[in-house]
């Protein structure tokens, strides 16, 4: 297991009402972000560019170049083969609320990204250009692209239903696949096409779960006694699944904050072999969306430290 330093260690038994607190005492430039790689097949990881301000939700690009992140509400590109390089802002021209919901079309040509308040989700091209809106109303928060890259999914609020919706690209109307109590959150299509993975608190444990993606066979993929699961993501070759982890003791069951002691998960697609394969200090930010490169051999994540 590699472990990253943990910053604040005093933290760790912090409540959540309290680290929220803590978080809007304090503004995006006022953490040290890092953003690092962690390789599958030697277990280490490192660091490859380190921020003096907040990024969050890498996106590794299908062609494995560019790494994609958002800050300060805009998206930017960073060579992922000279990541020492400045980073490149994505001109999203009147999308300037992107948040930590932004996915990459599997040909490369287009992201998804979730923009404005309530948050809708648009599609802009990767080189940048004027966002197409998407999702009709709002709150809707992209998590998912299917392989085809004709149909999107994403958790949205509909008045007391905080559910996982399916839309198609042609002006189809919206589908929601779940109707269970709590949040169901962070949809993302596997390789393939067959299975949306996605995190649910309906059991009032927060933990991965999976379905088909036309809603049915919804199955529990984890049961973890003391740490809450959120944000699945599927390598490409469909092997593997990383997910962050919060310890129950600091965080209620539907919240996902940021400035907390967490920890990343992996586990085979079948969800044997489920372990912990990095602590770090982040929560919110460290890994919303699918940060898998390529060739299902790494994946980028941030840990933060405050100043």
Known sequence: MVKTSFVLAGLLATSAVQAQSLQEQRSADEVISRLEVYDLKSGTHRVIHEFP????APNWSPDGKWIVYNSHGRLYRLSAHNPQEEPVMIDTQSAKGCNNDHVISPDGRWIGISDQWPSLVFRVPFEGGTPVRITDVGPSYLHGISPDGQEVA?????GDKRAIYTK????????????????????EYAPGGKHIWFNSSRTGDMQIWRMNTDGSEQTQMTALPDLYAWFPHVSPNGKWVCYICYRKTDIKADEHLPNLNVV????????????????LFGGQGTINVNSWSPDSEKFAYVSYELK
């Open 53 to 56: 301000y907040r990024i969050e």
């Open 154 to 158: 994403y958790c949205a609020f509909r």
């Open 168 to 187: 198609g690209l042609n002006g189809e109307p919206e589908r929601c696949l779940t109707d269970a109590d709590g949040l169901s959150d962070g949809p």
């Open 264 to 279: 990343l998960r992996l586990m085979e697609s079948n969800g044997r072999n489920d372990r912990t394969i990095v602590e």
